[in-house]
């Protein structure tokens, strides 16, 4: 979910204006015209909180292929898979070596 949190008084907003516009309603300031040391440690909150939203993604994708895989497995021997799904299976298969190649460098 997004949400911004202010590292002045370390409460969380999840007001779409306040995340975009970088403001505290608390505090009524913007992050941004905060002093140094106050802003990096929103960007390293902020960073952990990519990465934590990151792997939420990864995870959910992770199920729906194995999913994916599982309903394929469990067709019928010789079910000829119709086209649409076919071409659904081979974007996600390019779409997974795309990210496995990103991390593997
Ligand atoms: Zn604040």
Redesign the pocket.
């Known amino acids: 979910m997004v949400s911004i949190t ?1 590292p ?2 370390g ?1 969380t907003s999840y007001n779409l204006n306040d995340v975009r516009e970088r403001y ?1 309603g ?2 009524h300031v913007f992050l941004d015209d905060m002093p140094n040391h106050q802003l990096d440690r929103l960007r390293a909150q902020e960073i952990a909180q990519l990465r934590e939203d990151g792997a939420r993604v990864s995870y959910a994708l992770d199920c729906a292929l194995q999913l994916v895989e599982c309903l394929i497995a469990w067709a019928p021997e010789g079910t000829v898979l119709p086209e649409g799904v076919k071409t659904c299976k081979y974007r996600l298969d390019e779409a997974m070596r795309q990210i496995a190649r990103k991390e593997a460098k």
Request: net charge positive; charged share 30%; hydrophobic share 15%.
């Open positions: 202010c002045r008084c409460k505290c608390f505090c």
